[in-house]
Protein backbone atom coordinates (compact mmCIF):
# COMPACT_ATOMS: atom_id res chain seq x y z
CA UNK A 1 0.00 0.00 0.00
CA UNK A 2 1.07 3.44 -1.20
CA UNK A 3 0.07 6.04 1.36
CA UNK A 4 0.08 9.90 1.00
CA UNK A 5 -0.89 12.47 3.65
CA UNK A 6 -1.36 15.83 2.72
CA UNK A 7 -3.00 18.87 4.46
CA UNK A 8 -5.82 20.59 4.01
CA UNK A 9 -6.03 24.67 5.41
CA UNK A 10 -3.39 22.84 8.21
CA UNK A 11 0.02 22.38 8.22
CA UNK A 12 0.20 18.34 8.85
CA UNK A 13 2.54 17.79 11.62
CA UNK A 14 5.40 15.32 11.67
CA UNK A 15 3.47 13.69 14.83
CA UNK A 16 0.16 13.79 13.30
CA UNK A 17 1.63 12.25 9.86
CA UNK A 18 3.62 9.19 11.80
CA UNK A 19 0.42 8.87 13.73
CA UNK A 20 -1.67 8.82 10.22
CA UNK A 21 0.93 6.44 9.21
CA UNK A 22 0.67 4.10 11.87
CA UNK A 23 -2.90 3.59 12.12
CA UNK A 24 -3.20 2.73 8.58
CA UNK A 25 -0.61 0.09 8.44
CA UNK A 26 -3.36 -1.61 9.90
CA UNK A 27 -4.76 -1.77 6.12
CA UNK A 28 -2.01 -3.40 4.97
CA UNK A 29 -2.70 -7.02 5.23
CA UNK A 30 -6.07 -6.19 3.40
CA UNK A 31 -4.86 -3.98 0.24
CA UNK A 32 -2.37 -5.20 -2.49
CA UNK A 33 0.99 -3.10 -2.62
CA UNK A 34 0.28 -1.33 -5.39
CA UNK A 35 -2.59 0.27 -4.19
CA UNK A 36 -2.80 4.12 -3.80
CA UNK A 37 -4.46 5.54 -0.47
CA UNK A 38 -4.40 9.39 0.00
CA UNK A 39 -5.26 10.68 3.13
CA UNK A 40 -6.51 14.17 3.29
CA UNK A 41 -6.51 16.16 6.96
CA UNK A 42 -8.43 19.24 6.98
CA UNK A 43 -9.87 21.58 9.78
CA UNK A 44 -13.15 23.32 8.88
CA UNK A 45 -12.85 27.12 10.00
CA UNK A 46 -16.83 27.92 10.26
CA UNK A 47 -16.73 28.20 14.52
CA UNK A 48 -20.60 27.00 14.07
CA UNK A 49 -19.06 23.29 13.19
CA UNK A 50 -17.92 21.98 16.31
CA UNK A 51 -16.48 18.81 14.91
CA UNK A 52 -14.07 20.09 12.59
CA UNK A 53 -10.85 18.13 12.54
CA UNK A 54 -11.54 16.39 9.20
CA UNK A 55 -10.03 13.22 7.99
CA UNK A 56 -10.81 11.64 4.12
CA UNK A 57 -9.03 8.86 2.65
CA UNK A 58 -9.29 7.88 -0.70
CA UNK A 59 -8.46 4.21 -1.77
CA UNK A 60 -7.92 3.36 -5.32
CA UNK A 61 -8.05 -0.07 -6.04
CA UNK A 62 -7.96 -2.28 -8.61
CA UNK A 63 -11.77 -1.87 -8.70
CA UNK A 64 -13.53 0.93 -7.36
CA UNK A 65 -12.44 3.75 -5.63
CA UNK A 66 -13.64 3.49 -1.64
CA UNK A 67 -14.10 6.76 0.17
CA UNK A 68 -14.17 7.24 4.10
CA UNK A 69 -14.57 10.90 5.77
CA UNK A 70 -15.15 11.25 9.59
CA UNK A 71 -14.78 14.45 11.47
CA UNK A 72 -14.68 15.32 15.25
CA UNK A 73 -12.95 17.83 17.69
CA UNK A 74 -9.39 15.82 18.01
CA UNK A 75 -7.40 15.37 14.65
CA UNK A 76 -6.52 11.43 16.44
CA UNK A 77 -9.81 10.78 16.73
CA UNK A 78 -10.96 11.41 13.11
CA UNK A 79 -7.88 9.60 12.23
CA UNK A 80 -8.88 6.29 14.46
CA UNK A 81 -12.65 6.59 13.28
CA UNK A 82 -11.50 6.72 9.63
CA UNK A 83 -9.40 3.90 9.95
CA UNK A 84 -12.07 1.68 11.71
CA UNK A 85 -14.68 2.69 9.25
CA UNK A 86 -12.33 2.00 5.61
CA UNK A 87 -11.31 -1.59 7.27
CA UNK A 88 -15.04 -2.44 7.64
CA UNK A 89 -15.33 -1.02 3.87
CA UNK A 90 -12.20 -2.46 2.61
CA UNK A 91 -13.50 -6.22 4.22
CA UNK A 92 -16.97 -5.97 2.75
CA UNK A 93 -15.28 -4.80 -0.55
CA UNK A 94 -12.57 -8.19 -0.23
CA UNK A 95 -15.89 -10.33 0.75
CA UNK A 96 -18.00 -9.34 -2.20
CA UNK A 97 -15.01 -9.68 -4.44
CA UNK A 98 -14.45 -13.08 -3.25
CA UNK A 99 -18.09 -14.23 -3.95
CA UNK A 100 -18.55 -12.27 -7.15
CA UNK A 101 -16.72 -13.13 -10.82
CA UNK A 102 -13.98 -10.48 -10.86
CA UNK A 103 -14.40 -8.86 -14.93
CA UNK A 104 -11.73 -7.72 -16.98
CA UNK A 105 -9.28 -4.63 -16.94
CA UNK A 106 -11.34 -1.15 -17.34
CA UNK A 107 -11.82 1.02 -20.38
CA UNK A 108 -9.44 4.65 -20.44
CA UNK A 109 -11.37 7.75 -19.36
CA UNK A 110 -13.10 9.95 -22.13
CA UNK A 111 -11.82 13.79 -22.57
CA UNK A 112 -13.59 16.01 -20.27
CA UNK A 113 -16.80 17.77 -21.02
CA UNK A 114 -17.07 21.13 -22.05
CA UNK A 115 -19.47 23.55 -20.48
CA UNK A 116 -20.24 27.06 -22.38
CA UNK A 117 -19.39 30.28 -19.86
CA UNK A 118 -22.28 32.11 -19.08
CA UNK A 119 -22.14 35.04 -16.49
CA UNK A 120 -25.70 34.03 -14.94
CA UNK A 121 -25.25 30.36 -15.47
CA UNK A 122 -23.63 27.42 -12.95
CA UNK A 123 -20.14 27.65 -12.23
CA UNK A 124 -18.24 24.27 -12.55
CA UNK A 125 -15.65 24.09 -9.07
CA UNK A 126 -14.53 20.95 -9.19
CA UNK A 127 -13.90 18.14 -12.14
CA UNK A 128 -13.36 14.70 -11.90
CA UNK A 129 -12.10 12.03 -14.68
CA UNK A 130 -12.31 8.35 -14.33
CA UNK A 131 -12.36 5.14 -15.51
CA UNK A 132 -16.26 3.60 -16.81
CA UNK A 133 -15.54 0.20 -15.92
CA UNK A 134 -17.89 -2.27 -17.90
CA UNK A 135 -19.96 -4.06 -15.53
CA UNK A 136 -23.63 -4.99 -14.81
CA UNK A 137 -26.14 -2.58 -13.21
CA UNK A 138 -26.10 -5.39 -10.04
CA UNK A 139 -22.16 -4.41 -9.70
CA UNK A 140 -22.53 -0.97 -10.33
CA UNK A 141 -25.25 -1.19 -6.85
CA UNK A 142 -22.56 -2.64 -5.49
CA UNK A 143 -19.97 0.05 -6.21
CA UNK A 144 -22.76 2.69 -5.29
CA UNK A 145 -22.58 1.23 -1.94
CA UNK A 146 -18.84 0.65 -1.29
CA UNK A 147 -18.17 4.52 -2.09
CA UNK A 148 -21.29 5.72 -0.44
CA UNK A 149 -22.18 8.43 -3.19
CA UNK A 150 -25.38 8.59 -4.33
CA UNK A 151 -24.79 7.46 -7.72
CA UNK A 152 -22.43 6.05 -9.63
CA UNK A 153 -21.25 6.23 -13.87
CA UNK A 154 -20.78 2.83 -15.52
CA UNK A 155 -20.41 1.24 -18.99
CA UNK A 156 -23.05 -1.35 -19.33
CA UNK A 157 -21.70 -4.43 -19.79
CA UNK A 158 -24.84 -5.25 -22.13
CA UNK A 159 -25.14 -2.48 -24.38
CA UNK A 160 -22.03 -0.83 -24.21
CA UNK A 161 -23.47 2.46 -22.97
CA UNK A 162 -22.83 4.35 -20.84
CA UNK A 163 -25.15 4.31 -17.84
CA UNK A 164 -25.95 5.92 -14.25
CA UNK A 165 -27.22 4.27 -11.15
CA UNK A 166 -28.25 6.25 -8.62
CA UNK A 167 -30.31 5.52 -4.93
CA UNK A 168 -33.38 6.70 -4.50
CA UNK A 169 -35.22 8.60 -1.32
CA UNK A 170 -37.29 5.23 -0.60
CA UNK A 171 -34.43 3.01 -0.42
CA UNK A 172 -33.97 1.27 -3.63
CA UNK A 173 -31.93 2.48 -6.97
CA UNK A 174 -33.02 4.24 -9.84
CA UNK A 175 -30.93 3.30 -13.44
CA UNK A 176 -30.42 5.79 -16.09
CA UNK A 177 -30.12 4.29 -19.81
CA UNK A 178 -29.34 6.73 -22.74
CA UNK A 179 -31.86 5.88 -25.68
CA UNK A 180 -31.03 5.55 -28.82
Known amino acids: MRLHVKGK ?5 ESIRLYAEEKM ?4 RQLHE ?11 KNPSI ?8 TVRTKGPTLRVTEASTDMKASIDQLTEK ?13 DRQVRGNGIPPGGSMSIPDEE ?13 KPMSAE ?18 DESGDVNVIYRRKDGGYGLIEPQE
Not at 25 to 28: A, E, G, I, Q, S
Not at 50 to 57: D, I, K
Not at 120 to 132: A, N
Open 9 to 13: NVEVS
Open 25 to 28: RKLD
Open 34 to 44: LTEVELELSVE
Open 50 to 57: AANQVAEA
Open 86 to 98: LLRQVQSYRGKRR
Open 120 to 132: TGPTIVKVKQFSV
Open 139 to 156: EAALQLDLIGHDFFVFRS
